[in-house]
């Protein structure tokens, strides 16, 4: 079943989407104008939002969960001027797919597989970890605080994707 969102509603779905998708694995593929596409697999799948000059909506970020400190949640894709989003959901409301098509007939859809996978969550914290006692000049002793604190960024992450 294809849905089509309103754009008054695009931000209130992202944090819904967001609640209900993300560590599932993903595919985007992108298909220009001329037929030509792009095929980018995401892990894990973080979540979409909306990039804003003022109150004019000129992008839709994509994004994946990345072993970064500073941002774990990164932009992998900005969709520029979207003029439509749809959601495909299977029989049972389970999303399978999100369309959006931009000003200048690019498509990009997110195909959505399986079901949440916390093992995904879990190797972001780990990886994010394993990057902190890195910048730390991997210095031992601190292993526990780096894998508490690379949990708070990503649930923090994860809190800032699909709250507000």
């Known amino acids: ?11 209130r779905f992202c944090r819904k989407f967001n609640t209900a998708n993300q560590y599932r694995r ?12 792009e095929t980018i697999p995401l892990s ?4 979409v939002t909306l990039s804003r000059k ?26 520029k001027q979207p003029e439509k989003v749809i959601v495909e959901s299977d029989r049972e409301g389970i999303d399978r797919c ?7 007939g690019t498509e990009t859809m997110l195909e959505l ?6 093992n995904l969550a879990n190797s972001l914290v780990e990886k994010l970890a394993y990057s902190m006692f890195e910048r730390r000049g ?4 601190n292993d526990k605080d780096d894998w ?13 994707l699909t709250s507000r």
């Open 26 to 37: 993903t595919v985007v593929n992108i298909t220009a104008g001329e037929g030509v596409t």
């Open 54 to 79: 003022g109150k004019y909506i000129d992008g839709i970020q994509i994004l994946a969960g990345q072993p970064n400190p500073e941002t774990v949640a990164n932009p992998i894709l900005t969709i």
């Open 113 to 118: 597989d399986g079901e949440r996978e916390s």
């Open 138 to 141: 991997q210095a031992p002793g």
């Open 1 to 11: 079943m294809a849905n089509e969102i309103k754009r008054n509603y695009w931000s």
């Open 98 to 104: 999100l369309r959006i098509s931009s000003k200048d």
């Open 44 to 47: 894990p799948f973080m979540g």
């Open 148 to 160: 508490f604190e690379a949990e708070r960024k990503v649930r923090d992450a994860e809190l800032e």
